[in-house]
């Protein structure tokens, strides 16, 4: 079960965390996985990694801000690998703010990387979809797409646009034989959180941690690779009968709090 040879996937921000992971499951699943990245280094780390546990990738330098571009590697990746079996839309910023303290060009930076990036790629990867015949597309947004918690208006706000394109694509490409689904992540022990807790609590990061890991009614953070691990059944044909849903991998944060 959920076996993915023969298949292409494309991946975004696939340079570390989540990405990573996501990038790493769907390769030993037997994927042939694109890693589409703005960081070349970071790309090139996990294209090593698949290719050192026995898997197949490439790494792309994409910034997928830049609708042109986007749509330039997707037309030439259709052309390189005969079409798109899998798409996950991973790539994507964090900002801490409300209404009050965000700014202008704040809100314009989240709003251009994880929104109109996730549109950008969807145009990419729908198109090379439908020549193809078919195919997933899974979305990271996050619990706080359908929730809110203190400060993070423009980040909340990116990812509840992510929710609504997920049931947009699901409900248009119905007959295409496309299926668009999301995965609401909780917070999830990444690189970037040992970074924020360190930046903004340098003199209590051990109660900082503890405090972050029991905010999630499980009583901790969820790894990179659960997350995966959900990707990995949406992208397979085990999840055919699944399309335009939202799947939670949150500790249990938004329905038994």
């Known amino acids: 079960m959920f076996r993915l040879e023969g298949k292409s996937a494309v991946v975004t921000g696939a340079g570390s965390g989540i990405g990573r992971a996501i990038a790493l ?63 996950v839309n991973n790539a994507g910023i964090a900002h801490v703010g409300n209404i ?12 251009s990387v994880n929104l109109k990036g996730v549109f950008n790629c969807l145009k990419g990867g729908v198109r090379q979809m439908l020549n193809s015949g078919g195919g997933s597309i899974v979305n990271i947004a996050s619990t706080v797409a359908t929730m809110a918690i203190h400060d993070r208006l423009a980040y909340g706000t990116s990812k509840g646009g992510v929710l609504a394109m ?33 930046k903004n609590y340098p003199d209590n990061q051990a109660e900082m941690f503890k405090k972050l890991s029991e905010y999630q ?41």
Request: one cysteine or more; aromatic letters at 6%; glycine letters at 10%.
């Open 25 to 87: 499951a769907l390769a030993k699943q037997g994927a042939f996985v694109d890693v589409l990245e703005i960081d070349d280094e970071a790309a090139g780390v996990t294209v090593g990694q698949i290719r050192a546990a026995g898997g197949q990738a490439e790494a792309t330098a994409c910034d997928v801000t830049d609708h042109g571009q986007v749509l330039d590697v997707f037309d030439q990746l259709g052309s390189d690998r005969g079409g798109l079996d899998c798409l």
């Open 100 to 111: 009050t303290d965000t700014s202008e060009a704040d809100f314009d930076r989240v709003m």
């Open 166 to 198: 997920t049931y947009s694509v699901a409900k248009d490409h119905l007959h295409d034989d496309i299926r668009c689904n999301a995965i609401l992540p909780g917070r999830i022990h990444t690189p970037f959180v040992d970074g924020f807790i360190a």
């Open 217 to 257: 009614p499980i009583g901790r953070m969820g790894k990179p690779e659960e997350v995966a691990a959900a990707a990995v059944f949406l992208c397979s044909d085990e999840a055919s009968f699944i399309t335009g849903a939202p799947f939670p991998v949150d500790g249990g944060t938004l329905y038994v709090r």
